[in-house]
């Protein structure tokens, strides 16, 4: 079983940063791909990020291509997202994810966080 914790969430100006973390235990965290994914009001989750667990590979939502950047610590089994220059519309809350495959999919194997919340303000 693999324990997640989401931490770093919370509310922000338009074109302000923060930044994401998630601590992973219970399992080998260098053989987990894990990633982002968010659910704002009436919406459906979507992806946001992911790496692989080498962290030789990373892929992002044309949403926010270029301005988050996702990085994984194997040795201190936690990956990070990097946000910058948000905007409203980046308001959900944001859950991280670990799953065994790749490309890192909304799988219903995967291993899920409880989710932070993030509001930006215009």
């Known amino acids: 079983q693999v324990q997640m914790l989401e931490s770093g969430g919370g509310s922000v100006q338009a074109e302000g940063s923060l930044r994401l973390s998630c601590a992973v235990s219970g399992r080998t965290f260098n053989t987990l791909a894990m990633g982002w994914f968010r659910q704002a009001p009436g919406k459906e989750r979507e992806f946001v990020a992911a790496i692989k667990w080498s962290g030789d590979s990373t892929t992002y939502s044309d949403s926010v291509q270029a301005r988050f950047t996702i990085s994984r610590d194997n040795a201190k089994n936690t990956v990070s997202l990097q946000m910058n220059s948000l905007k409203p519309d980046d308001t959900a809350v944001y859950y991280c994810?670990?799953?065994?495959?790749?490309?890192?999919?909304?799988?219903?194997?995967?291993?899920w966080g409880r989710g932070t919340q993030v509001t930006i303000s215009s």
């Open positions: 994810t670990a799953s065994n495959a790749w490309p890192l999919r909304n799988r219903k194997d995967n291993y």
